[in-house]
């Protein structure tokens, strides 16, 4: 028996084609079936999209989902609800977890576990080192075979330069890219939210704007000499922007991703020393803010992530310093892009879905993110216009801590459909 859905008159925005344009879209099984004005099928559960936004499903290429190890802070079961209901089809896990993912030993066993209990797609990302030690290569080769999207040590900054030019040499050859959490150690420190004003009165150390722009610097040089491809995790200053711009005029493969914290909050939210704020980069002052902001408006930004980092309550729940860094994002991102960046014009909607779809997609090389016959049948349903609160409480994730906590947001994820099955609608997850 063959399964399949009908979505009817929703307004499809595919950046992989450009087009925009009213129609209906029949899936049948895991594939679009057909693309067209009028589909009729009969059998097919119809979905009525009048009035919504169609788009592929959404991609976040930076999540943490904890696994193997630290099922308290989040599961591939609950980190991958949480996606659902965010409208995300796909995610790629970072490998800072417990083991670290730096074997296909660890691949393998995350595999299985994602193929019993994954709601939706979870590629994952396998580390530069071993241990994330930043010393010995970790196993890339083997990790490669077993499909893993790219190589990073996020969370940790990768300090040592001829370590870094090998890994970006050994990636190159297995065709991934290389994810950096570009941050210069010694600079940052034990700082804990961005260095400036607000720091000197909160009597808060810092962490300096120059400690991600010399990351960026060295790793762009690196690119360079090795013509490895590099991608710049969650970026945060406008120097750090303006040489991803340099870079790319030059012809280096460099790209880099930011999040909605960065794009939307600045370091003032911390006046309150809310453990809700803390992130790694930090959340930094207006003028940086701005220029992330521009950077994605003019294309130097290629993708929106999330950096979704889940921690337990016990652990967010204490002293601003002592706090671990990170929050949850998955079923806050889109509200608030659309909210912050859409909404006020900023930002158009072709480029805030581009950034969430296609692009990601590309830059992890997988064929995915644009709706067209025989694709994989990913596809996110969106009500632009839809008013809800923040309430952590609903959240599928187990991550709680948010900064966005209690904001009213404009526009949501009403459908979420996988391989043509939906696994969210009106905000409950059918999985
Ligand atoms: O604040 C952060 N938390 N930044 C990172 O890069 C890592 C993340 C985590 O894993 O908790």
Redesign the pocket.
């Known amino acids: 028996m063959k399964v399949a859905l009908l979505v009817k008159r929703g307004r499809l925005i595919n950046p992989a084609t450009g087009e925009d344009t009213v129609c209906d879209i029949l899936t049948e099984d895991n594939k679009i079936k057909a693309i067209g004005t009028e589909l009729a099928a009969a059998g097919a559960t119809v979905i009525d999209a009048k009035g919504l936004v169609v788009t592929p499903g959404l991609i976040d290429m930076h999540v943490?989902l904890r696994q193997p190890g630290q099922s308290q802070k989040e599961t591939i079961a609950s980190g991958t609800r949480a996606a659902a209901a965010g409208g995300f089809t796909r995610v790629a896990t970072?490998p800072?977890t417990k083991p670290v993912i730096d074997s296909t030993i660890v691949v393998d066993g995350l595999k299985y576990k994602i193929m019993r209990e994954g709601v939706v797609k979870v590629n994952i990302i396998g580390s530069l080192s071993k241990g994330l030690e930043g010393k010995e290569l970790s196993a890339m080769g083997g990790m490669a075979r077993e499909g893993v999207v790219a190589f990073s040590d996020?969370?940790r900054y990768v300090e040592n330069c001829d370590f870094m030019r090998k890994a970006m040499e050994y990636a190159s050859m297995f065709g991934k890219i290389v994810i950096d959490?570009c941050e210069e150690a010694s600079l940052v420190a034990d700082g804990c939210m961005h260095e400036g004003a607000v720091s000197a009165e909160l009597g808060l150390k810092g962490r300096p704007a120059a400690a991600e722009d010399i990351a960026v610097a060295r790793d762009i040089l690196l690119a360079e000499a090795t013509g490895a491809a590099v991608h710049i995790?969650?970026i945060s200053t406008e120097n750090a922007v303006h040489m991803v711009r340099w870079a790319k005029a030059k012809g280096l493969k460099v790209t880099a991703e930011a999040t909605p914290q960065h794009m939307i909050l600045t370091d003032e939210a911390l006046r309150t020393y809310d453990p809700r704020f803390k992130?790694?980069p930090p959340l930094r002052s207006e003028s940086h803010r701005r220029a992330v902001v521009e950077g994605l408006a003019d294309g130097t930004i290629d993708a929106i992530v999330t950096?979704h980092?889940p921690?337990t309550a016990e652990e967010k729940d204490c002293e601003f310093s002592l706090a671990?860094?990170?929050f949850v994002g998955l079923e806050t991102a889109l509200g608030a892009v659309l909210t912050c960046l859409y909404h006020t014009g900023t930002v158009s909607l072709m480029t805030l879905i581009r950034a969430m779809t296609s692009t990601p997609a590309r830059l992890l090389g997988l064929d995915s993110g644009d709706i067209a016959v025989c694709n994989e049948a990913d596809i996110t349903l969106i009500d632009l216009d839809k008013e809800w609160t923040v309430d952590p409480e609903d959240f599928y994730s187990r991550g709680k801590s948010t900064p966005f906590e209690g904001m009213i947001l404009k526009g949501k994820a009403v459908a979420t459909i996988v391989d043509g099955k939906l696994v969210m609608k009106d905000g409950e997850v059918l999985a």
């Open positions: 943490h970072m800072n996020d969370g959490h995790a969650h992130v790694n950096d980092a921690h671990p860094s990170g």
